[in-house]
Structures are given as C-alpha cells and as structure tokens.
C-alpha cells in the first residue's frame, strides 16, 4: 500500500489492530470519516478471503459521505477495487494475495445483517443514532465478527452528549470493581487537530456555535446537552440591553399561536449600514462594537393572548403607526398554516396577512434542536460574543422563561409542562432561527475521479 499521511488522532485509532472494541471520538471535519475508511482498508488488507461491513445511519450517508472518502483513498493507495451498487451497495477489493470483500449498510437497519459472518464491521456517525437503538445493532453486529484472522468492531462519531458512544466506551470502560476493562479503547481528536481543513471552517463553527456545543462539536468531549437550563448561554445583565422602538424602525415579531397563550416577541435588528451605526449601540460588549455582524434586540413583549385576532388587535394599538408604514413583518410558528384553533374558517397566517402585517419564514418549523441552537448561540457564541439581547424591562415574562426552562429528564426535550414555551420562547425563536440559522456544518467531500463500477 502507498503512503498515506495521517494525523495523530487517526494514526492511533488507524494502527490499533488489537483493541477489539475502538471508537474515535472526536469533532467536526476533525478526519474521522477519513479514518473511518483508512481502517476498512487495512482491515481488509489483514483479512483476505473474508467479508467487513461499513455502516452509517442511513443508507445516504454512505452515499455522500462515507463512499467518495473510501474511493478516494483506494485510488490514492492504489487498490483495485470493484463496486456493485445492486441489490445492496459492496465493493471488492483487490490485494497481492487475494481480494476480501466490504458491505455497505445502514446502521439502524442492523436487522437486515442478522445471517452474516464477519472478519470486521464500523459504524460511522455512530453516536448521531438513537442511543438504544445504536446499542442493539452494536450487540448484534459484533456477534457477526467471528471470523478472520484480524478480527475488529469499530465505531467513529462526535459525541452527542451522554449516549451510545458514552455509555460504551466511557462508562462502561471499567469493571464493576472499577478496574478498566481492556476490551475497548476511546481515541479522541479535536477539530483544531485537523490542519487541512480551510481557515473559514473552524471561525465560522465558533461563530454559529454556544460554548456548550463547542465543547462538544469542535472538542470532541462528552457534554451533556439535554439537561439543566434550555438557554444555558442567556445572562439576564449581559445579554440585557435598555433599546426602544424609534419611528423608523423595521418590526420583526416572532410569533406562536397558543389556544389562550398565543405569544409574540417584537425584535428590531441593528447593526452597521453603509458604515453608520444603526440603531442601540450596546456599552457592555466592546468586541460586539468591533464586528460587522448584526444584533437582534427584543423590546416588547404580547403574552397570554386569547387567539390570534386578539394578538393583531394589541399589535395595532400598540404599534399601529409601523403596521400603517408596512414596517411589521411576522415570523410565524409554520403551524399556523393551519385553520385558528378559535376561528374554523381561517387560517392564523392569513389572519395576519389580511391586518396587513408582512409574514415570512420557513414552510415548515425548524427542528427544536435547531432552534434552540441558533438562540444559545447568539446569546452567545463560541467567540465570546453576544448578538442578542433582551430589554429585560420591556419583556418580563419572556426573560423569566428563559431563565426557567429547563430539559425534561424524561423526553430530553425542553420542558412543556410548565408553560415556559408559551411565554415567547418559542415564539421569538422562530424568527431567530430563521434569520440566524446556523450554516450548513458538513465537510463535503468530493469524490475524486471514480465512477462507481468502472472496472
Ligand atoms: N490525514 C489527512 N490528510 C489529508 N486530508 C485530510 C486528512 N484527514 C482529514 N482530511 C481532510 O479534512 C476534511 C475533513 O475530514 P473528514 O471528512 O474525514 O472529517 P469528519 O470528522 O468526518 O467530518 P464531519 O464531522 O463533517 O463528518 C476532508 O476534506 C478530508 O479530506
Ligand atoms: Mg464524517
């Protein structure tokens, strides 16, 4: 095999043959799906005459991500290799002393690999998986590697808090006596450790990631993400900011429609236009000052509206100068799409449409995760900086909210039960996370020059 470059994180994941169990545990882009093919290869190389399987959680991933990565390096390593797309993805590979043979399949489809024997198998985006799912197609498959002489189950993710990856390699590393088992080894590896990929990509995880993420996503640490306080990064005294509506301002309203709790959240944006400063300047973030990126400040709050018509109704009393000037537009819960739970023949959003304020956003919700994101992170972000803040004087109930929710232990989603989410939460992240959303985070990797089945 050709020489092939390594970093010190995939060189001691790659070269440990002898760990039965081995995870990389380890950032975004840090070169885990790079690794994650380099050992299939040598795996394979190791087992001659025997079967491996390659798994991530869907069958596109594999397609996208894992495939190209593994194609490419077989070209860079000069292996001679076969693909057959049909009835299910595999691929021959051809060494000096025989060839040995790689499927490709869906992790969470593990039922499917029931009949197999294996000389290796690993799990790419392991931890991405439903914990107990992830955990029973692991128990499944590393009873399928049986045979061969290298013999090896391997697993390759960025932590998603305490689950799969966690649990197994981390806490149950040790014996009930406490002495650690040496079945499994954790590799870890950090994005920063990762020289090759472009200057733009670690600033721009900072900027659209809050510390907690961070710590997980770009450190590789297990982080527990589903539990304590929502909007761990909110401060009511630093993300506070005393703004007021002035008259030429652009209203940007979030709002979520709640049978007797409807909500919304009026924010206007700011930030530097044509190299002026608009709006509030705040006084307690010098390097906000220095940034060119846009604020977003609440300043007013609607809560406990019966229903969306008496929602427009306190809207225009309160602002209807800006509703005459076109100055409102509303940022809707998707949902809204739907016919009014207190009005059967008309939909909440073409209530609003029909009072003349402007509605945008997404056709269908973000996922909450995302939502919940995009807040934390302009609360404050993996740089230091906060782009949000809240007149904690105009908004009362809203910033009481986000002090309070906090994850329900059972479900791992924000809590509901105590009406926090009515109180503008949701609502004003609607129009966050569509205006703020953080960007795409995939590396693409690019197939090089292979067309599938070409020998
Ligand atoms: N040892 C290496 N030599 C050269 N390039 C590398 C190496 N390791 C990783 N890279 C490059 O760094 C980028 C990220 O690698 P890779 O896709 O393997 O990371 P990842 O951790 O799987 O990323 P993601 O979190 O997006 O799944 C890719 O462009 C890859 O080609
Ligand atoms: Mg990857």
Redesign the pocket.
């Known amino acids: 095999m050709k020489r092939?470059?390594?970093?010190a994180h995939?060189m001691e994941f790659c070269a440990d043959m002898s760990s039965p169990y081995i995870a990389m545990c380890?950032?975004?882009?840090?070169?885990?799906?790079?690794?994650?093919a380099i050992k299939h290869i040598l795996l394979a190389s190791r087992n001659v005459g025997y079967i491996g399987a390659a798994l991530t959680p869907t069958a596109a991933m594999a397609r996208d991500?894992v495939q190209p990565?593994l194609e490419?390096l077989l070209e860079l390593a000069g292996i001679d290799f076969k693909y057959r797309a049909s009835p299910l993805p595999e691929y021959v590979l051809y060494f000096p002393n025989g060839k040995s043979k790689l499927l490709v399949r869906s992790f969470e489809n593990w039922r499917r690999l029931r009949g197999l024997n294996l000389a290796w198998f690993g799990v790419?985006?392991a931890d991405t998986v439903n914990a107990d799912v992830a955990d029973a197609a692991w128990k499944t498959m590393i009873s399928r590697v049986r045979v061969g002489p290298v013999r090896q189950c391997f697993a390759?993710s960025?932590p998603e808090g305490f689950r799969w990856m966690w649990r197994t390699f981390e806490r149950d590393a040790r014996n009930p006596d406490g002495s650690p088992r040496t079945d499994r080894r954790l590799v870890r590896g950090r994005?920063y450790d990762?020289p090759?990929?472009p200057a733009s990509y670690i600033e721009s995880l900072e900027q659209n990631y809050p510390p907690a993420l961070i710590k997980a996503y770009l450190e590789g640490q297990f982080v527990n993400l589903t539990s304590g306080q929502v909007y761990n990064a909110f401060d009511r005294k630093l993300n506070h900011c005393p703004s007021q509506l002035r008259l030429n301002d652009r209203l940007h309203i979030g709002v979520d429609f709640n049978v007797g709790a409807t909500s919304a959240i009026v924010h206007i944006v700011i930030g530097l236009d044509d190299g002026r400063w608009v709006g509030y300047r705040p006084q307690t973030n010098r390097e906000a000052l220095s940034t060119k990126w846009e604020q977003a400040h609440a300043v007013a709050e609607f809560q406990g509206m019966t229903d969306t018509p008496a929602l427009i109704a306190a809207i225009k009393q309160r602002f209807g100068t800006y509703l005459t000037g076109r100055q409102i537009v509303c940022y809707p819960d998707a949902a809204g799409n739907h016919t009014d739970a207190t009005n059967a023949s008309e939909s909440s959003l073409s209530l609003l449409r029909q009072a003349g304020l402007m509605v945008d956003g997404p056709s269908a919700n973000p996922l909450i995760k995302d939502r919940v994101t995009a807040m934390n992170a302009m609360f404050l972000n993996g740089q230091g900086i906060r782009r949000y803040y809240v007149n904690s004087q105009a908004c009362p109930l809203y910033v009481e909210a986000l002090e309070q929710q906090a994850y329900d232990p059972k479900t791992g989603k924000p809590d509901k039960q105590n009406g926090h989410d009515n109180r503008g939460i949701d609502a004003a992240g609607y129009f966050i996370s569509y205006r703020y959303e953080a960007r795409e985070?995939?590396?693409h990797?690019v197939s090089l020059s292979l067309v599938h089945g070409r020998r």
């Open positions: 092939i470059e390594l970093l995939q380890a950032g975004f882009g840090s070169g885990k799906t790079r690794a994650f991500l990565t490419e790419d985006e390759t960025t994005t990762n090759f990929l985070r995939k590396m990797s």
